[in-house]
């Protein structure tokens, strides 16, 4: 196929970054084309939207080419003589310039409206040059060339139409005029005793809701034409012109798993993403050459080492006692959690599904009795993870009861308040892709919410209302849930509490909800937690919070300790009055009423200048009234 000087120029400057044509094999045309090619000719008016900018390999010259520059190639392969580009930054341009020059010369007055048509047959993709073509000009004359019956096929490609009309779906008075017009000559070229090719206008953009396509006619004279992110195949044809460029540590050859492996991590890119990934490792091969999966980390995260790599076999060991010392009474829990955990470090976490291994790192669901460490093992599982407790972030789903709370999750649709500020959700796991995700009390989730849970247990991305799509690859999910707890008696054994809690989940979500998908993405990994029945694990979780009260009296009043009078008997005496059923958040309210509580009325009724606390140490004893004496001590 002949090119202009244009199309030839910008070809060979990205085929010499891709290795240039001559290594490349023909590629097959993908759905997106093929839908163009069947389509055109037939309908007046194509739109063509989706991934406009990026690269996509020309199948008849094996060059890689910039959607608009494909479009129009992929036209004149077909059955139009003459294609037009043209975009509203540089006017008219490319291979067939000089063809608008003589539509131009021959419009009457009322189409050519006194204009200037210079073109720029040369023009570059991304000129800067002011248009010397306006959306009025050019619209004009396309609307005489497609109601004119006796034409050559002409196809007017527009580019970057998203910008010729200024409100989109809410256009000026002088655009919905010049709409009713166009809309008019699109419908009027339709002739059913003509079975030849029509004039065809394709309008491009990146998105369709950016057009006001309610003003134009319905799907026999228009039809959408939807660019996708390269499929697996093109995704297999990128790296076989040009992984051998890519400078990686233990690069993978065609045939092997890795090989296979790196297509599917891909998954999600584009061929420019791609083309940057190249850049990436070239850059890096500079002082260290990266394995892929240390590169795609870099590029997808800004970090070369990922937060899971970085966890050691050594510390992984040590897992469960870290985790007891926060979470008491919850053993089976804690071996669950560490061994989900074992399963993402050692790279098997996600395969029973499929090899892309883009699902998250790991999956639980908790259910169990109110303050027996639920959240608090999602806290301490953050915590160890990730070095950070704000890596462990929080979304109580009471607040997500209704229909459309979803919006909230990943953000407004196009055109509705709030649409540019993304999704609570979104955001959160795009600012700080390494985390814990806990989901709070999903029994009171909307059923709705429930199909975005769905799509991230089993594609491990989301895409919000902004077109803009996030991984939760590197993260692990958790869900909670009090389901049964009412219902279910303190007085069973462990393993009596954690079958009738299992029983009390899958018939919430298969009876009465309907959605058995959720717990079968999840597996086997649904925990129950015990009732805290134990007044020693009672006295211990008090214990544990003892901490956090002597640091926030050493910084606020400078006490210097805080002394309990026989300490364990004290704790056992508080904790003999907890009812089990409320588990550790019971030990927190006792804590305070014997603790906290006489402790500030202490420090309000007889502490008139902090300075006197400076260096003293505080002294709790039982005393024979009620609540413990406080005193200070000199220290």
Known sequence: MAQSGHDRKIGQEIAGR??????????????????????????????????????????????????????????????????????????VHGRDA??????????????????????????????????????????????RVLSDKTAQPTAFVANLANFAFSFGQNPSQSERDLLAQLAKAIVGAAHPEDAGPKNLLVLITPAAHALPLSMLPGPAHLREVVVPLPDRQERSTILGDRLHQWRLKNRPKVGQAGYEDLIDALDGMSCQDILNIEGLSVRCAETEELTADSLLSLYRHGIQTSAWEALSRDKLLSMPAMLEERVKGQTHAIEKVTAVTIRAFTGLSGLQHSRRQRMPKGSLFFVGPTGVGKTELAKSLAEFLFGDEEAFIRFDMSEFNHEHSDQRLIGAPPGYVGYEEGGQLTNAIRKRPFCVLLFDEIEKAHVRILDKFLQILEDGRLTDGRGQTVSFSEAIIIFTSNIGAAEIAPTLTDEETRKAFNSSVRDHFVREMGRPELLNRIGDNIVAFNFVRDRGFLAEIMRSKLGSLRAQLQDKYGIRAVRIAEERVFLEKVAGEIDPTMGGRGAITALTKWVIDPISTFLFNEVPDRAMCIGQTLAIELADEDLPRVTLEAS
């Not at 490349?24 to 055109?40: D, G, I, N, Q, Y």
């Not at 009322?110 to 991304?126: E, H, L, N, S």
Request: one cysteine or more; aromatic letters at 10%.
């Open 18 to 91: 891709f290795g240039g044509a001559q290594e490349m094999k023909p590629v097959h045309r993908p759905v997106w084309l093929r839908s163009l090619e069947t389509h055109a000719g037939l309908v007046s008016c194509l739109v063509v939207h989706g991934e406009v900018y990026d690269l996509r390999r020309n199948p008849w010259t094996t060059e890689y080419q910039r959607i608009p520059e494909m479009v129009a190639a992929a036209l004149r392969e077909g059955a139009f003589k003459s294609v037009i580009e043209w975009d509203p930054v540089t006017g």
């Open 98 to 143: 000089a063809k608008w020059e003589t539509l131009a010369s021959s419009a009457g007055p009322t189409d050519a409206r006194g204009a200037t048509y210079a073109v720029a047959p040369d023009a570059r993709f991304d000129s800067a040059e002011p248009s010397p073509v306006t959306v009025e000009d050019f619209v004009a004359i396309v609307l």
